[in-house]
């Protein structure tokens, strides 16, 4: 069946200051890291009811070094944002050594609200430690796991099944989901992106989108589409996926680039393109995500790149931007952009996106670096950054 049929209803530094802001940014600061760890990977997950409960999971990250994640915690708010619990931890997805000697955790992960179980899933990836320090990134899985909305209990760390084999016949090597924006159907499936390498000799990545089933307990992996990466760095990476009128829209990292792409079954994507403004130049953002937003009958794209006046910024992950998309040429309107976080001598380029009702959306996004710019030895915090049309 069409993958639509089943959808119900389915400042900028750089040009002229005087054009209106379309949209409204509220900012505040829903948690602080502390003297020892940073907060990173925060994303808010919006289940609707009768007050409303939002839910930011985060994890609990080291100062020193790229991939210190350890254990997960998790804010609630029930005043729509206006004030926040404090952080604590999730047993369930708490680091633990296996008896192989490794220490596993789940990290970069995303909360969605699952309407058709009335359940909040969890994707992300799991992380690998060989006697808790050296990561082995050739063992990474796809992770989820399943939270009870009204008890606030989630369920154990699990992993997706994938095939044997890719359509061209290569495995899944180090397979996740990482920071992955997926869309949610209403018949209850689930579009997954999941990035992946060929073979273990070469940290290249595909990315592909699998149709996956979830019950309410289990994720399970039906199908997948098109196969994207490029001969250039570590591939095509960290892809997150939206819909938007009649159409699936897929934005990819690379090291030296950002790249998009459409399709109108939700799993095949037409051919990568590289992003850019509407003006003809190159958006800029690289080595890093993207996510999507949308608010009212539009779509935007969060992102950083340079040309901010900020190359002290490890890769130009900041300030936090947001412009309107131009759904039919795939380019970003250079005239909408707006800042979402402002650049405060930290990065900002691992962001979460919620979408609240139709006419809002909601950023969260954790500063990170502290320790190599101006404000060494503050501690990091978690901005909510509420988007709105007036």
Known sequence: MHLFLLIAGSLLFSICHSYAQELEIQRSVIAEGTAEFDWT????????????????????????????????????????????????????????????????VA???WPHWHAESGKVLLTGKTFHFAGGTRENYLREEVFYAVMDP????????????LPD????????????????????????DV?????????????????????????????????????????KGRGLYEPSVTLFRDQAFLTMRADHGA?????????????EIPWMFDDGTPLGSYNTQQHWMTVGDKLYLVYTRPG????????????????????????????????LVPENAAT?????????????????????????????GENNKVFLVKVARP
């Not at 804010?75 to 296996?98: F, I, N, Q």
């Not at 994720?219 to 997948?224: A, P, V």
């Open 41 to 104: 990977q925060a994303r808010t997950v919006f289940v609707p009811g009768e007050d409303g409960l939002f839910l930011t999971t985060m994890s609990q990250t080291s100062k020193i070094g790229s991939h210190g994640y350890h254990d997960v915690y998790m804010t609630v708010s029930r005043d729509g944002g206006r004030t926040w619990t404090t952080p604590e931890v999730v047993p369930a997805l708490k680091r633990v050594r296996r008896a192989d000697d490794y220490e596993v």
């Open 107 to 109: 990290g970069d992960i």
């Open 150 to 161: 009204e008890t606030l209990e989630c369920g154990p760390l699990r992993t997706l099944s």
């Open 165 to 188: 084999v890719d359509h061209g016949g290569s495995p899944f090597v180090a397979p996740n989901a990482g920071c992955h924006q997926v869309v949610l159907l209403p018949n209850g």
């Open 191 to 231: 579009l997954l992106p999941i990035r992946y390498q060929k073979n273990a000799q070469q940290r290249i990545y595909t990315t592909m989108v699998a149709r996956c089933g979830f019950d309410g307990e289990t994720l399970t992996y039906r199908e997948h589409g098109s196969e994207h990466t490029l001969n």
């Open 259 to 271: 790249f998009v792409s459409r399709s109108d079954n939700g799993i095949r994507f037409t051919a």
């Open 308 to 339: 901010a006046q900020n190359d002290h910024i490890m890769r130009h992950r900041a300030p936090l931007f947001v412009a309107e998309v131009d759904p039919e040429r795939l380019v970003a309107i250079r005239s909408t952009e707006q800042v």
């Open 348 to 376: 900002l380029g691992n962001s979460g996106v919620c979408q609240i009702h139709a006419n809002e959306s909601w950023v969260t996004v954790a500063e990170g670096l502290i320790r190599l710019g101006a404000r060494k």
